[in-house]
């Protein structure tokens, strides 16, 4: 072995040391920038993909054209397959379904004839049993292909030439939509209305700089294959389409059927983009055997060409509005589509254009591709003036020219010099046949050389006029518009606009009968709900040595807050009470309060109230109702404490004074300004002690002055109370003659 080789027989100046950071580095972005440009965006001028515009290109090379008859589709994913594609024949096929599907494409590219799958999410049968030819906006994208339009190169086995882009005469991006995943980035644009896109076009030629709130009066949003109803606020839409990045929240659209006898039904006809009909029936089913929404009693798949699920709710007391609104937040009945116009520029760069630079870049295209055919057919036009110039010269000399012919040894180049003609121009003249030398055919051909001179100059002009260039792209917009206009068929938009609904719903409590009931909770622990309001608690009968502790009138829909000694609040939905029949049940069931520590509150909550809570240490906050909502039966800790110290006292913050009473029987009264509003916490000192703790607290307002009730249920002024004031975390002063002797402003706990 030679010391050029290697041991597997390669040379050695063939192997290449390399990082394996840089090799994986510039491997990895090989493939990303092929993801990216080959795979995944669209081209902003076609709006298609690599795959879609080879099959649109095949399936044109096929002569499927609206006119003609279908093709089996294994044939057109053969050709394209073979010829441009080299990727697997299944990705082809599938790319060439969502072109077909009325569902998936707002205007299908492609005339499917078989089964092309459904809204439940069916897929195609295979290829070989379906046929397809291209729909008229498929035709549209192809239009002056063959008139130097658009940039050809080679095929992947340079056996062939494809279109780098497709000349575009349907604005298919905006219409049609796009949704791709990258390496490192996405796409994904909903289908427009077509004619509407046309329309911000025109508007658009005249008022090249027009403001996106402008293109918004003709572009008002996403017009959805299936339909919907489009609740996007107006300002979050224009954001979107100034960013180039936002979303859209679409709901179901339904109606109610009378049943009789006040009931009724709920019918859902169209369902939002991109949701099988299939999962979200099966969703609500779900919901319905795990209790989710108890409140509905079935649901039932009705459709056939059109969409038809229905809804029956279990109670005609329900409100249809109500039961829609909470089926939206558990449901795919609303969802939302995603905006990201994220699109190859006219250079193949990606980036994220906004409304007005994706409509200004579908124009620039089709400027560009009607200066290419008017070019084209300018050289054409030429061409073929000069072969009628060169009749002209023979008919107006045929006798000369005939003598030529018949007696000069090289007659092409006798004639080119006798009458200055061109090489093509004597080609042309030597293969006239004999019986083209008639009158009639001169005349023919003057009328034809005139016809195109005037052409000629109608196109040279073109080409030196932006503005006629302009408006023959808006001709081309309006007859795109008139094809796909508000009045047609397939033109008329399907997705409306409606505002969100101002209904502010609690799944907890939107389908609760609203009933009076009075909970009762004993100095045991034990709770119930009596039905309508205890006016004389003397009446309630309690388990023996067991009396009651709080009273407290509220509703069914209430929730009910209880305050633990540990510093936790608990929730307790009034529903879910047991019934005032007899005791009740213990609440420790309910919460986990453990045993060493009692309830010290029990109140309807109220979240625009403030709460006041103190601890036996001397230690209090304010804190917002809003915030001791617990999630669990665990509670939420809000008042830490620690060792011997407890939770003695929660009261509604109803003053702009704060007085607190120690078990020494001192009184500190102070502004309630001096006492933050925490969340969560021991909190600030609120009365110092030598010996003992907290007794009580209490608000009132300063213009009221302090007050105390006795054990009779009498309320009394504390005289010359202002002399009790001071700052907080003072000592205070002892009680005045005559004040309870239980050191407490009031016996009665409640709120």
């Known amino acids: 072995m030679s010391d050029t080789e290697t041991t597997n027989g390669l040379p050695s100046n063939s192997i290449i040391e390399e990082h394996i950071d840089d090799a994986l580095s510039s491997r990895y972005l090989a493939y990303a920038l092929s993801t990216i440009t080959m795979r995944a965006l669209p081209d902003v001028r076609d709006g298609l993909k690599p795959v879609h515009r080879r099959i649109l290109y095949a399936m044109r090379q096929l002569k499927l054209n609206p006119e003609g008859g279908h ?426 606009f409606a505002d969100d609904p101002d209904i502010e719903i609690d799944l907890a409590t939107a389908f609760i009968s609203k009933e009076p009931i009075t909970v009762v909770l004993s100095a045991k622990g034990w709770i119930r709900a009596m039905k309508g309001k205890v006016d004389d608690v003397s009446t309630l009968k309690f388990k023996e040595g067991d009396e009651a502790a709080y009273v407290i009138p509220a509703e069914t829909t209430d929730k009910i807050i209880l305050f633990g000694s540990n510093g936790k609040f608990y929730t307790l939905g009034a529903d879910k009470l047991p019934g005032g029949r007899g005791n009740g049940e213990p609440v420790r069931l309910m919460i986990d309060l453990q045993d060493d520590h009692v309830p010290i509150g029990l109140f309807v909550h109220d979240e625009n109230r403030e709460l006041l809570v103190g601890s036996s240490d001397g230690y209090g906050f304010r804190v917002l109702e809003k915030d001791v909502i617990a999630s669990t039966r665990g509670g939420k800790q809000v008042l830490n404490v620690k060792g011997d110290s407890e939770a003695v006292r929660c009261v509604a913050v109803t003053g702009d004074k704060i007085a607190t009473i120690g078990e020494n029987r001192k009184i500190l009264v102070f502004d309630i300004e001096e006492l933050p509003v925490m969340g969560r916490g021991k909190g600030v000192r609120l009365q110092k002690y030598k010996d003992g703790g907290l007794a009580d607290l209490m608000t009132f307002i300063e213009g009221d002055g302090l007050t105390f009730v006795d054990s009779a249920g009498r309320t009394n002024a504390v005289k010359d109370w202002e002399l009790l004031k001071g700052k907080r975390a003072g000592a205070g002063r002892m009680a005045p003659r005559g004040f309870s002797r239980t050191n407490a402003f009031a016996p009665d706990k409640r709120l």
């Not at 379904?97 to 299908?108: D, E, G, H, T, W």
């Not at 809804?311 to 409100?319: A, Q």
């Open 71 to 496: 093709k089996k589709c294994a044939r057109i994913v053969g050709d394209v397959m073979g010829q441009y594609h080299p990727h697997g024949d299944q990705s082809i096929y599938d790319a060439l379904v969502k072109l077909s599907q009325s569902f998936s494409a707002r205007y299908p590219l492609v005339d499917g004839q078989g089964n092309f799958g459904n809204i439940d999410g069916d897929s195609a049968a295979a290829m070989r049993y379906t046929e397809a030819k291209m729909t008229a906006a498929g035709v549209a994208l192809l239009a002056g292909i063959d008139e130097d339009a658009v940039d050809f190169i080679s095929t992947y086995n340079e056996e062939d030439e494809e279109p780098i882009v497709l000349p575009g005469g349907f604005p298919n991006l905006l219409a049609n939509g796009s949704t791709g995943i990258a390496v490192g980035m996405a796409t994904s644009i909903p289908p427009h209305n077509a004619a509407e896109i046309c329309d911000a076009a025109l508007h658009l030629i005249k008022t090249p700089k027009a403001r996106i709130e402008t293109l918004m009066q003709y572009v008002k949003g996403p017009d959805l294959p299936t339909g919907g109803i489009i609740i996007e606020p107006k300002e979050s839409m224009l954001d979107a389409y100034t960013t180039g990045k936002g979303g859209f929240k679409v709901r179901a659209r339904w109606h109610t059927e009378d049943t009789g006898r006040g009931t009724y039904q709920i019918i859902i006809t169209e369902i939002p983009y991109q949701v099988q009909k299939s999962r979200l029936i099966e969703k609500l089913a779900e919901l319905i055997e795990t209790k989710k929404v108890p409140w509905l009693a079935d649901v039932r798949d009705e459709s056939a060409e059109d969409i038809r699920v229905v809804l029956e709710p279990k109670s005609k007391n329900i409100e249809a509005e109500l039961l829609m609104e909470s089926l939206f937040k558990l449901s795919a009945l609303e969802s939302r589509v995603s905006l990201n116009m994220n699109v190859l520029d006219a250079t193949r760069t990606p980036r994220v254009m906004d409304l007005r630079e994706v409509i200004q870049a579908f124009l620039d295209h089709r400027r560009e591709v009607l200066q290419r055919r008017s070019r084209q057919r300018l050289a054409k036009i030429e061409d073929r003036m000069e072969v009628l110039e060169g009749y002209r010269i023979a008919y107006l000399n045929i006798d000369e020219v005939i003598r030529i012919i018949r007696f000069e040894d090289e007659p092409k180049k006798d004639l080119m010099k006798a009458f200055r003609l061109s090489e093509r121009q004597a080609d042309a003249i030597l293969n006239m046949r004999l019986r083209s030398l008639n009158k009639l055919q001169e005349i023919e051909i003057q009328a034809e050389y005139d016809k195109l001179a005037t052409e000629k100059k109608e196109i040279q002009s073109l080409l030196k006029s932006d503005k006629k260039q302009w408006d023959v792209i808006a001709q081309e917009v309006k007859k795109t518009k008139e094809t796909y206009g508000p009045k047609t068929e397939l033109g008329a938009r399907r997705t409306k």
